[in-house]
């Protein structure tokens, strides 16, 4: 398992979609959310979308790998069944996670490899506003939590700065491929 972590903004996403054409043997979990569905959105595609009394059944029932409050307020978490799904397909998983969740994978799953994204605070924010999918106030929220989770960068087993779209979706699928092959795990068919 694989997991992908750093602040909003540096790229995750896109990093994740390009590893995602080089190593076909990955699969993104899909994350359960209690925000709202944006406008293109479906359900079971970008994110499992949960009131919050499901979320917090789910919860007391144990059918999170993991799950945290974000600093909207919302909740977002990983449903055990995506990772058994994908397992079982015989692919390998991959999660896009804020950083206390992948903190808590890491600590509770033997084998997960952290993949920390950093980018530098000016280009976070000019991505946050190029989004366009959060309020000023928002922004500046995500702005400061973003200076805390780079200091933590540390804690991960790799740290990639996306600087370079090309470069950084390079390292980290080097990343990926060398893990694999230390774990005797086929990354193309």
């Not at 925000?35 to 007391?60: I, K, N, P």
């Not at 033997?110 to 993949?115: D, K, L, N, R, Y």
């Not at 976070?124 to 200076?147: D, F, H, K, P, V």
């Not at 990639?160 to 979706?169: G, Y």
Request: charged share 30%; hydrophobic share 40%.
């Amino acid at each position: 398992m694989f997991v992908v972590t750093g602040p909003s903004g540096a790229g995750k996403g896109t990093l994740i979609n390009g590893l995602l054409d080089l190593v076909p043997a990955l699969e993104v979990a899909v994350s359960a959310t209690t925000r709202s569905q944006r406008r293109g959105e479906v359900d079971g595609r970008e994110y499992w979308f949960l009131t919050d009394e499901e979320f917090s059944r789910r919860a007391e029932a144990d059918e999170f790998l993991e799950h945290v409050p974000y600093v909207s307020g919302q909740r977002y978490g990983t449903l055990r069944s995506e990772m058994e799904r994908i397992s079982a397909e015989g692919r390998v998983c991959v999660l896009e996670l804020e950083l206390e969740g992948a903190l808590a994978v890491q600590r509770d799953v033997e084998g997960s490899v952290t993949i920390f994204i950093a980018a530098d605070v000016p280009e976070l924010e000019r991505r946050l506003r190029e989004r366009a999918t959060e309020s000023t106030g928002e922004i500046g929220e995500r702005i400061a939590l973003a200076r805390s989770q780079l200091e933590q960068a540390h804690r991960f087993r790799y740290m990639v700065r996306n600087d370079d779209v090309d470069r950084a979706t390079a390292a980290v699928a080097a990343i990926v491929e060398c893990e694999l092959a230390l774990a005797g795990t086929m990354s193309r068919p």
